[in-house]
């Protein structure tokens, strides 16, 4: 179903029989909303995100592509997120997914503009599916379709802000003991101690060779939020804490207290892709009871 969201922009509405919902905006191929069957919602989307191009929209799930971050030659978090997508009304088989009837297909093909900037030729294939017990799945392809046998390497982010009652009483269950890139100490490497993450001012780390399942857990919430991923190694935390908030002009200046990005990535190890192959990165979301895990 598509329709006109903030500023006449299109978006597609997805239901699932059981009552989740989530929506996706053309612009930025950008997931804004995710319901469960309650009607509550799961991702974090600021009041003062603004729905004009070329800004990408504050919250959701933007998607960064083809550069994480702004060391390259792009700009912050490369183009796809504030790039018009189109409906994809002939997208090859998905091996998965199969049991979901509710699902977009949205693909990106780069301009001629885009081709200034960054000179390749690809296609990017995004299917966003709601699974039948209100799971939300996000599968890219991304093919290089250069014909004339040049690779090209991407580094590449599902951007996932996730809202939570009080960042102060959040958890992060999976990362612990890993290494990661600390990017408010010049991207050096540090190691984590051994217990669950928790937050207590900014951070804004990558962290390297990340298991495939990492739990964000909601305590007055009482609900965990289990990340699964595929093709993504590396996990980013970032929450922009006071300071920081109140310099950006698209986010409120207590919504920090609200949020936490944790973004399945592949950044450290950049993808290359040669003529004709492909590269697949699958996130899956689920949002369930704390006190379906042990001890919560
Ligand atoms: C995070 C980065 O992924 O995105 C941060 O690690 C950055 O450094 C944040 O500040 C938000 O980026 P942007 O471009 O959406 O303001």
């Not at 239901?15 to 991702?43: C, F, I, P, Q």
């Not at 060391?71 to 189109?86: I, K, P, S």
């Not at 920081?244 to 990005?261: I, N, P, Q, T, V």
């Amino acid at each position: 179903e598509l329709c006109k969201g903030f500023n006449g922009l299109e978006k597609v509405l997805l239901r699932e029989s059981r009552g989740s919902s989530a929506e996706v905006y053309l612009y930025g191929g950008h997931v804004t909303s995710w319901k469960n069957d309650h009607g509550e919602e799961l991702l974090f989307l600021s009041n003062k995100a603004i729905f004009k191009p070329p800004k990408a929209i504050r919250g959701g799930i933007p998607l960064c592509f083809p550069q994480f971050g702004g060391l390259g030659t792009l700009d912050q978090h490369g183009f796809a997120r504030n790039r018009f997508w189109t409906i994809d009304d002939d997208p090859p088989p998905f091996p998965t997914n199969t049991l979901s009837k509710a699902f977009v297909d949205l693909i990106l093909k780069p301009t001629e503009e885009d081709t200034k900037i960054w000179p390749h030729s690809f296609e990017f294939r995004l299917r966003i599916a709601l699974g039948p017990g209100g799971d939300l799945m996000l599968t890219s392809r991304i093919r290089n379709t250069n014909s004339e046998g040049k690779p090209f390497s991407f580094t590449f982010a599902y951007h996932t802000y996730f809202s939570v009652s009080d960042i102060s009483e959040v958890r992060v269950e999976g990362l612990e003991t890993l290494d990661y890139l600390d990017n408010l100490q010049n991207k050096e490497r540090f190691t984590e101690q051994g217990d669950a993450l928790t937050f207590e001012s900014e951070v804004d780390k990558i962290y390297l060779s990340t298991p495939t399942k990492i739990a964000i857990i909601d305590h007055e919430k009482k609900r965990t939020f289990v990340v699964r991923k595929d093709g993504l190694p590396d996990a980013v935390v970032w929450n922009p804490w006071d300071k920081k908030a109140k310099a950006m002009a698209d986010f409120g200046d207590d919504e920090y207290k609200h949020m936490l990005c944790v973004e399945a990535a592949a950044i450290e190890k950049p993808i290359t892709l040669k003529p004709g192959e492909e590269w697949k990165g699958r996130l899956e979301l689920s949002a369930v009871p704390s006190s379906y895990r042990s001890g919560q």
